[in-house]
C-alpha cells in the first residue's frame, strides 16, 4: 500500500464529517474526528465478535486495536501552505 498520497486518519475522518455536513472545512471538524476515535478506542462485543468467529478467544485483537487507534490519537495535524503536516506525540490509555 502506498501511503505517501493518503491523509493522515484524522484528517481523512475530519473530511468525511465535513463532507456529509456539505462543507469543506475540514479543519473545523479535527475535534470531531478526535472525539470519534476516543469513543472507538474500546472495541465492542460485537466488534471483537466479528473479527474472530469461532475462535475461543480474542488473543491480543483488543490491545492491538487501542495501539492503533492511540496511534491515530497521537497524531498532530497541520496545515502548511496548502500542504497537510501530520506529527506524532505518544499517545497512552
Known amino acids: 500500500m502506498n501511503s505517501e498520497n493518503i491523509d493522515p486518519m484524522l484528517v481523512r475522518i475530519a473530511k468525511a464529517i465535513a463532507l456529509s455536513e456539505g ?34 478467544d480474542w ?3 483488543p490491545a492491538d486495536w487501542r495501539a492503533m487507534i492511540d496511534h491515530v490519537l497521537g497524531e498532530n495535524i497541520e496545515t502548511n501552505d496548502n500542504a497537510i503536516v501530520s506529527t506524532h506525540k505518544s499517545v497512552t490509555g
Open 59 to 61: 488473543g491480543d485483537l
Open 23 to 56: 462543507t469543506d472545512n475540514w479543519k473545523a471538524h479535527l475535534p470531531a474526528a478526535r472525539a470519534s476515535l476516543e469513543v472507538l478506542r474500546e472495541p465492542s462485543l460485537a466488534m471483537l465478535e466479528a473479527a474472530t468467529p469461532g475462535l475461543p
